[in-house]
């Protein structure tokens, strides 16, 4: 059974950093590409950062560029999602999606196979 778990949320102050974690089960992670998402109270889920399958070419929304870095561990069917420099309207859950269509990954939430999300606030 295809399974995502997302961890690593938790209460920051502003200006802190968290790394969140996609684990992947039942599927080899580096033949998907990978999407992190985030739903804030009352507004749409937004698309901040992708990995593609293959050459593992990454694109980041731009309220997140030079704050949030993707990356994957193959051995470890895992992908993270380092947050730096933590501000209160990053404050959402997360989830992290993969699909197996997209040749390059989208930040568009087209995305076949969802986790449960992981709660990350940001307040002092």
């Known amino acids: 059974q295809l399974q995502l778990v997302e961890s690593g949320g938790g209460l920051v102050q502003p200006g802190g950093s968290l790394r969140l974690s996609c684990a992947a089960s039942?599927?080899?992670?580096?033949?998907?590409?990978i999407g992190w998402f985030r739903q804030a109270p009352g507004k749409e889920r937004e698309g901040v950062s992708c990995i593609s399958k293959g050459d593992g070419s990454t694109n980041y929304a731009d309220s997140v560029k030079g704050r949030f870095t993707i990356s994957r561990d193959n051995a470890k069917n895992t992908v993270y999602l380092q947050i730096n420099s933590l501000k209160p309207e990053d404050t959402a859950v997360y989830y992290c999606a993969a699909d197996t269509m997209f040749s390059i990954c989208v930040l568009s939430d087209e995305y076949d196979y969802w986790g449960q999300g992981t709660q990350v606030t940001v307040s002092s």
């Open positions: 039942g599927f080899t992670l580096d033949y998907y590409a």
